[in-house]
């Protein structure tokens, strides 16, 4: 049976609307400013939000590079994060640690596969990783990502993921950084509690049409393709036999 993940969603923010006077502290995984927009004003309201763009996936760096400037641009005059104070965390981009993570020199065959396959699941496992470490690290209570908005992603994939990171290490003893020593001379150390993943299908109550709707109202930059090179090459490829079809 499939799996409702915006019924999960909705019962997690119902609860923390019952539950919580405070909002919990969210680490959002973005990958560009169209799909950032509607997740951010959906979810601004519920969670403290700190936007972790991590995407060394995106070929080539220029196409990296604008649709980073897209968000940061987005976010100043965008109400629901202007109003809810949500920032911007940029790490590094090696375009070279998304094909060792996807093994793509060990089995060549995953370039030509389409959008949802096995070589997207690793690129997916990839930088929900690195969110799902830095959540934990900088003692977030929640993490989810913008991904599944995109009838072009797989959000059974990504929800899996996601279940999986959070469901390890329940929690980690490690120093209070910067590093704190006792009288002693002891480091003391913290009790790192684990994030909990914050499942989603955010395409889902009309989720993606808003973002066309926003994305239309600021004038943002919509990418033609997913993002990594073999996504790059066979949409092409697929926009061209379409012409000739034609």
Known sequence: MKQNYQKELDKIIDSIKDCSSTKPSLLLHACCGPCSSYVIEYLAQYFDITILYYNPNIYPQEE?????????????VFPPAKNNNVILIEQEYNPEDFYSAI???????LANEQEKGERCRRCYNFRLKRAYEYAKNNGFDWFTTTLSISPFKDADKINIIGKE??????EIIAPIEPAVKSKNNNVILTTLSNPKWLTSDFKKKGGFKRSLELSSEYNLYRQQYCGCVYSKINTEKSREENSQSN
Do not use: D, G, H
């Open 64 to 76: 990296y590079t604008r649709r980073l400037e897209e968000l940061k641009n987005l976010l100043p």
């Open 103 to 109: 093994k793509i020199k060990e089995e060549p065959e």
């Open 165 to 170: 990171l959070s469901s390890q290490n329940p």
